[in-house]
């Protein structure tokens, strides 16, 4: 086993159950890689593992962030690196399992160091943001080829690349070239898996899981994101988790059940395919290898684990 097995995928393909049957067969732990199911209030809407998936291995950096706190890959490489080190120094094996396929491109290729933006860039472009200016025009305006590379709604990157931008006179593309960084999973001591179900059969787990979450309490859940205090904002990153615009909606009477669960099937669909499209271009090569299901696996994977059956691998 290497010492570093990765398992990306979209979601409802079935991840969580690989790593548990891959850390469970070679004592490792398994460190999430989902920029959702870090948040201690989204449990349900992020298919975070139950507590009998937690009891058979250790797991770690799930469920560990207040929803009023955003989190980003920087604070994700932070919070990584001692427990890849500790693990590394120890001998034992990581399982490193999710959906967010920066986080992954990070851990093996880096992130650029960010210079330091002075206070008052930062605040005069989050009052921008906040009084509705088009921040995608802004960026083009400075920086063509990075806006070109982001969608619109993505403003958290949008404003790190405009305020580079205001600190550095540089674009991003330049900064990027000149400040590479060191990635916390050596070459050589890490293997990937990128789990890609036929579309069809991802789409159809994917309405049935939300299905599912809104018997296990997802309403419930958005009505807690709902009462916080002070209230989150609407752009916060837990707020923007799949299935939680709808179900406030319906919540706040402003769309029936059906409704919300149509329009957060179709999001959640969406984002799944845009996780395959990311993985298609920075999850491959000789380090990553594709299959379709757990059960078809390559041979290193499914050699040493049992996967258990489609159906218990169908709704993570």
Same mark, same amino acid.
């Given at each position: 086993?290497?010492?570093?097995?990765?398992?990306?995928? !979209?979601?409802?393909?079935?991840?969580?159950?690989?790593?548990?049957?891959?850390?469970?067969?070679?004592?490792?732990?398994?460190?999430?890689?989902?920029?959702?199911?870090?948040?201690?209030?989204?449990?349900?809407?992020?298919?975070? !593992?139950?507590?009998?998936?937690?009891?058979?291995? !250790?797991?770690?950096? #799930? %469920?560990?962030?207040?929803?009023?706190?955003?989190?980003?890959?920087?604070? $994700?490489?932070?919070?990584?690196?001692?427990?890849?080190?500790?693990?590394?120094?120890?001998?034992?094996?990581?399982?490193?399992? %999710? %959906?967010?396929?920066? $986080?992954?491109?990070?851990?093996?290729?880096?992130?650029?160091?960010? @210079?330091?933006?002075?206070?008052?860039?930062?605040?005069?472009?989050?009052?921008?943001?906040?009084?509705?200016?088009?921040?995608?025009?802004?960026?083009?305006?400075?920086? @063509?080829?990075?806006?070109?590379?982001?969608?619109?709604?993505?403003?958290?990157?949008?404003?790190?690349?405009?305020?580079? #931008?205001?600190?550095?006179?540089?674009?991003?593309?330049?900064?990027?070239?000149?400040?590479?960084?060191? @990635?916390?999973?050596?070459?050589?001591?890490?293997? %990937?898996? #990128?789990?890609?179900?036929?579309?069809?059969?991802?789409?159809?787990?994917?309405?049935?899981?939300?299905?599912?979450?809104?018997?296990?309490?997802?309403?419930?859940?958005?009505?807690?994101?709902?009462?916080?205090? @002070?209230?989150?904002?609407?752009?916060?990153?837990?707020?923007?988790?799949?299935?939680?615009?709808?179900?406030?909606?319906?919540?706040?009477?402003?769309?029936?059940?059906?409704?919300?669960?149509?329009?957060?099937?179709?999001?959640?669909?969406?984002?799944?395919?845009?996780?395959?499209?990311?993985?298609?271009? $920075?999850?491959?090569?000789?380090?990553?290898?594709?299959?379709?299901?757990?059960?078809?696996?390559?041979?290193?994977?499914?050699?040493?684990?049992?996967?258990?059956?489609?159906?218990?691998?169908?709704?993570?």
């Amino acid at each position: 086993m290497a010492f570093a097995t990765l398992i990306a995928g !979209p979601t409802a393909s079935g991840k969580s159950a690989l790593a548990i049957a891959v850390a469970e067969r070679g004592g490792a732990t398994v460190i999430n890689a989902d920029s959702m199911q870090v948040y201690a209030d989204l449990r349900v809407l992020s298919a975070r !593992p139950t507590l009998a998936e937690v009891a058979r291995v !250790p797991h770690a950096l #799930f %469920g560990f962030v207040p929803a009023g706190e955003e989190y980003s890959v920087g604070r $994700y490489l932070a919070d990584s690196a001692p427990l890849i080190a500790e693990a590394r120094a120890k001998g034992r094996a990581i399982v490193i399992a %999710g %959906g967010t396929g920066l $986080y992954f491109r990070a851990l093996t290729e880096g992130l650029m160091p960010s @210079p330091p933006i002075h206070a008052a860039v930062r605040a005069e472009w989050r009052q921008r943001a906040a009084a509705g200016e088009d921040l995608h025009a802004a960026l083009r305006a400075c920086d @063509p080829q990075r806006a070109a590379a982001l969608h619109p709604q993505d403003a958290p990157r949008i404003l790190r690349a405009i305020e580079l #931008f205001c600190a550095t006179g540089r674009t991003y593309t330049e900064w990027l070239r000149d400040n590479p960084g060191e @990635p916390l999973l050596r070459p050589g001591e890490w293997r %990937g898996i #990128f789990l890609n179900p036929p579309r069809a059969l991802l789409h159809a787990r994917i309405d049935a899981r939300f299905e599912a979450m809104m018997d296990e309490g997802a309403p419930e859940e958005v009505r807690g994101l709902l009462a916080h205090q @002070p209230p989150l904002p609407a752009n916060l990153g837990v707020m923007k988790a799949h299935g939680v615009p709808h179900l406030a909606r319906l919540l706040r009477g402003e769309m029936d059940r059906a409704e919300a669960v149509r329009l957060s099937q179709r999001d959640t669909r969406a984002y799944a395919r845009r996780q395959v499209i990311f993985a298609r271009r $920075y999850l491959a090569g000789k380090h990553w290898q594709w299959a379709e299901s757990a059960e078809e696996a390559p041979r290193a994977f499914s050699s040493e684990v049992d996967t258990g059956s489609r159906e218990e691998n169908a709704i993570k």
